[in-house]
């Protein structure tokens, strides 16, 4: 049987901020005999250039970007009507991303701790209109829905948006108010309401507290 022509395999957009990870998926795509890179990045800008160049058939996005995060990205893909799948891939906490990422658009999400069969696995999942997540995923979304264990909760980092959380993790990484605008392009003042929200919502009573809190979460979350 002969190889299937370039322009008969699926184009995959890649954007991930790390050279090394980016290179590595790259490889994976390319060694796949359906598929091949149309695209590589690590910024929405750089996304967004490719996606209007070469019209993917997928994309591979990463949470932590630079710039605005992945989730920014799934979004403003949804909003500008452009409709192709795509496969979050990231080392972030599986269980509090995997349903926001559904949420804003995308059709799966994969731990970077997963072997390469299993993301060749998901991105043909994606490709073919099916959603892909871990079993891990369904079952905690099952329970959700099924309202298990709702009452007894105490307040955690999943009452926060999608942008809370991207604040509260660049705080942990030690980020100003004042670097965190420029780091997402967004108002000093927007940032500062968005970290007292996040204080009111977590029940942090000071400053102080919220940084030690999120240096905490970034610690054992490795985000």
């Known amino acids: ?22 290179a590595m998926l790259v490889q ?6 359906e ?8 910024n929405i800008k750089g996304a967004l250039a490719f996606v209007e160049k070469t019209l993917p058939d997928a994309a591979l996005v990463d949470i932590t970007l630079q710039g605005a995060s992945g989730l920014e990205l799934i ?9 192709f799948p795509v496969l979050v891939v990231s080392m ?3 269980q509090l ?15 970077k701790q997963e072997p390469p069969s299993e993301v060749v696995k998901a991105i043909r999942n994606v490709i ?7 079993e891990r995923v369904t079952g905690s979304i099952l329970e959700r829905l099924d309202g298990a264990g709702k009452g007894d909760r105490p307040a955690s980092i999943e009452v926060l948006s999608d942008r809370e959380i991207e604040v509260f993790q660049l705080v942990g990484r030690g980020l100003n108010s004042r670097e ?10 927007t940032v500062d309401t968005y970290r007292q929200r996040i204080r009111e919502k977590l029940g942090i009573r000071n400053a102080a507290e919220l940084y030690q809190r999120a240096v905490k979460w970034v610690t054992e979350s490795g985000v």
């Open 35 to 42: 598929m091949t890179v149309c695209g590589e990045t690590d």
């Open 97 to 111: 991303y995997a349903e926001r990422v559904l949420r804003a658009g995308a059709r799966g999400y994969i731990s």
């Open 180 to 189: 965190i605008a420029e780091r997402i392009n967004l108002g000093l003042t």
């Open 128 to 134: 073919a209109g099916r959603i892909y997540v871990s």
């Open 92 to 94: 972030h906490e599986e």
């Open 28 to 33: 994976l795509v390319e060694n796949d005999l």
């Open 1 to 22: 049987m002969s190889k299937p022509s370039t322009e008969a395999k699926k184009k995959i957009l890649i954007v991930e901020d790390h050279p090394l990870f980016r």
């Open 75 to 83: 979004k403003d893909l949804r909003a500008r009507e452009l409709h």
